[in-house]
Each structure stands twice: as C-alpha cells, then as structure tokens.
Nanobody, 126 residues
C-alpha cells in the first residue's frame, strides 16, 4: 500500500507544472486525497484535497484559482495542475490519503492522513 508522487521540476515564475500521485496496493475510488507542501524552514501545509467519492474539492486561499486537483479512477491517480506559479510555491509536494472512518471526505487536519507519497520537488524561480 503506497502512494508515488512524481512530476515536479523547475520552472520560471508564471509557468505551469503538473504533479501526479499514483496509488498501488489499494484503490483510490472512494478515498479523499490531499496535496501538502513543505518549504524549507516552514511547516507542512495542505494546499488542496479531492474526495474521489463525490468529487468535492478544497483549496487553500493561497492557491485558489491557480491550482486544480483532479482524479482519474481508471489510472488510480490524482493529479495537481499548477498554473501561474510563484516563487512562494517552491516546496516539496506530498500527496496523502485520508484515513478512516471518514476516509471519503477531505480534512484540513494533517493527522487525518495516513499514507504519504515520498514527495516531489517544485522550484519556481523569479
């Protein structure tokens, strides 16, 4: 049972990147999956979440209108499309699965997520 994050990289301010979170050993069909990020010297923060059960989403104010989270049940993968990137978006991005019993709904509490991907670096230069 694991999540594999991929797709990070380096872009200039205003650019775009898409990161992926592929699940293995279990199905994401009904789980909520969130993307968190952690910049050097800062705490890990949640930026977005999707419920693969009902398709509902949540976004932090800092990324609203620029980031889009989506799920592909056929590929058992969740994506994060990041547009209009800013230097402040530079961080390691982690995906995580919500744990039970309310595993199908998003949560803003980091301790409600149990399975974490290994992280993928996103660097935005000015």
């Amino acid at each position: 049972v694991q999540l594999q994050a991929s797709g990070g990289g380096s872009v200039q301010s205003g650019g775009s990147l898409r990161v992926s979170c592929a699940a293995s050993g279990f199905t994401l069909d009904y789980h909520a999956v969130a993307w968190f990020r952690q910049a050097p010297g800062k705490e890990r923060e949640e930026v977005t979440c999707i419920s693969n059960w009902d398709g509902s989403t949540w976004y932090a104010d800092s990324v609203k209108g620029r980031f889009t989270i989506s799920g592909d049940k056929g590929k058992n993968t969740v994506y994060l499309q990041m547009n209009s990137l800013k230097p402040d978006d530079t961080a390691i991005y982690y995906c995580a699965k919500r744990r039970g019993p309310d595993y199908y709904y998003c949560s803003i509490y980091i301790n409600e997520y149990d399975i974490w991907g290994q992280g993928t670096q996103v660097t935005v230069s000015s």
